[in-house]
C-alpha cells in the first residue's frame, strides 16, 4: 500500500503521520510508528428536488475521537482549474464563495501551516463552482481547496 508522509508539530510535540489510500471507506493511518484503520462515516443518502440540486461539499474524514484528518479529494470538469494546498495545513477562512468571480493572482483563502497564515491564491481566471475544504479543515500538501471554472 502507498503512504503519504506528513509531519507535523501540534502543542510543541512533533508527529510524523503516514496516510494511505481509501479503500471499502477504511484508510490505514500510521501516527509516530502507531498504525491505525480508519474508517470514514458514511453519509445518509440526501433528498434533493429536481428543479435544486444540492451541491455540498463533503465533510472531511474524522478519527475516532471526532479529529479531522484531511481534507477529501475531488474531480474537476474538463477546463476548470483546482486550487491545491502549496504546503500541509488548516483552511483559517475564505475570502470567496460558491459563484463569486476571481482573478488570476486574487486570495481566495488563508491557510495556517506551521503558525503562519499563508494567502492562497486563485491560478486563473474564473467563477467559483465549488468549495472542497471546510474553514477547520486540515488539508495536505497538494490537497484540493476549490474549484474555478
Same mark, same amino acid.
Given at each position: 500500500? /502507498?503512504?503519504?508522509? &506528513?509531519?507535523?508539530? !501540534?502543542?510543541?510535540?512533533?508527529?510524523?503521520? /503516514?496516510?494511505?489510500?481509501?479503500? +471499502?471507506?477504511?484508510?490505514?493511518?500510521?501516527?509516530?510508528?502507531?498504525? &491505525?484503520?480508519?474508517?470514514? #462515516?458514511?453519509?445518509?443518502?440526501?433528498?434533493?428536488? =429536481?428543479?435544486?440540486?444540492?451541491?455540498?461539499?463533503?465533510?472531511?474524514?474524522?478519527?475516532?475521537?471526532?479529529?479531522?484528518?484531511?481534507?477529501?479529494?475531488?474531480?474537476?470538469?474538463?477546463?476548470?482549474? =483546482?486550487?491545491?494546498?502549496?504546503?500541509?495545513?488548516?483552511?483559517?477562512? &475564505?475570502?470567496?464563495? =460558491?459563484? +463569486?468571480?476571481?482573478?488570476?493572482? +486574487?486570495?481566495?483563502?488563508?491557510?495556517?501551516?506551521?503558525?503562519?497564515?499563508?494567502? !492562497?491564491?486563485?491560478?486563473?481566471?474564473? /467563477? =467559483?463552482?465549488?468549495?472542497?475544504?471546510?474553514?477547520? #479543515?486540515?488539508?495536505?500538501? #497538494?490537497? +484540493?481547496?476549490?474549484?474555478?471554472?
Amino acid at each position: 500500500m /502507498k503512504f503519504k508522509e &506528513y509531519k507535523y508539530k !501540534i502543542n510543541g510535540t512533533k508527529f510524523t503521520v /503516514k496516510v494511505g489510500e481509501l479503500v +471499502d471507506n477504511n484508510v490505514q493511518v500510521e501516527v509516530n510508528g502507531t498504525p &491505525y484503520t480508519v474508517e470514514l #462515516d458514511k453519509e445518509p443518502a440526501r433528498k434533493t428536488s =429536481v428543479s435544486q440540486p444540492v451541491k455540498s461539499p463533503k465533510p472531511a474524514p474524522r478519527t475516532e475521537s471526532g479529529e479531522k484528518i484531511i481534507a477529501t479529494p475531488t474531480s474537476a470538469s474538463a477546463g476548470a482549474h =483546482v486550487v491545491k494546498a502549496p504546503l500541509p495545513g488548516t483552511i483559517m477562512s &475564505y475570502s470567496v464563495k =460558491v459563484g +463569486d468571480m476571481v482573478n488570476a493572482g +486574487d486570495t481566495v483563502c488563508v491557510l495556517e501551516a506551521m503558525k503562519m497564515e499563508n494567502d !492562497i491564491h486563485s491560478p486563473s481566471s474564473g /467563477k =467559483v463552482v465549488r468549495i472542497i475544504a471546510n474553514v477547520g #479543515d486540515a488539508v495536505p500538501q #497538494d490537497g +484540493d481547496i476549490l474549484v474555478i471554472e
